[in-house]
């Protein structure tokens, strides 16, 4: 069973930065793509940042030029580097991998930037 386990997540002021992690528990090279959604209250959950085994990337517009998604193959892990916070990128971070088998999703990370 796949694994997927984010941190980084807290609570930060408009303008800080923020790195999330999501460690897999097997090698990332199985997975197709990994990405980060999130969840606000009352929102559905949307798409943030995805990465695909060739590393290939795509961004939603709110958070081009603010927000770059890599990953560490060695390490198993996919990062998430947030820059300019606003407080309308308060939400909770899911990460997600996929491969053959599925979609697989980690628990969640609380990011909440105040005014």
């Known amino acids: 069973q796949v694994q997927l386990v984010e941190s980084g997540g807290g609570l930060v002021q408009a303008g800080w930065s923020l790195r999330l992690s999501c460690a897999a528990s097997e090698s990332i090279f199985s997975f197709n793509t990994m990405g980060w959604y999130r969840q606000a209250p009352g929102n559905q959950r949307e798409l943030v940042a995805t990465v695909t085994s060739g590393g290939s990337t795509n961004y939603a517009d709110s958070v081009k030029g603010r927000f770059t998604i890599s990953r560490d193959n060695a390490k198993n892990t996919v990062y998430l580097e947030m820059n300019s916070l606003k407080p309308e990128d308060t939400a909770v971070y899911y990460c997600?991998?996929?491969?053959?088998?599925?979609?697989?999703w980690g628990q969640g990370t609380q990011v909440t930037v105040s005014s």
């Open positions: 997600n991998a996929e491969k053959y088998t599925g979609s697989y």
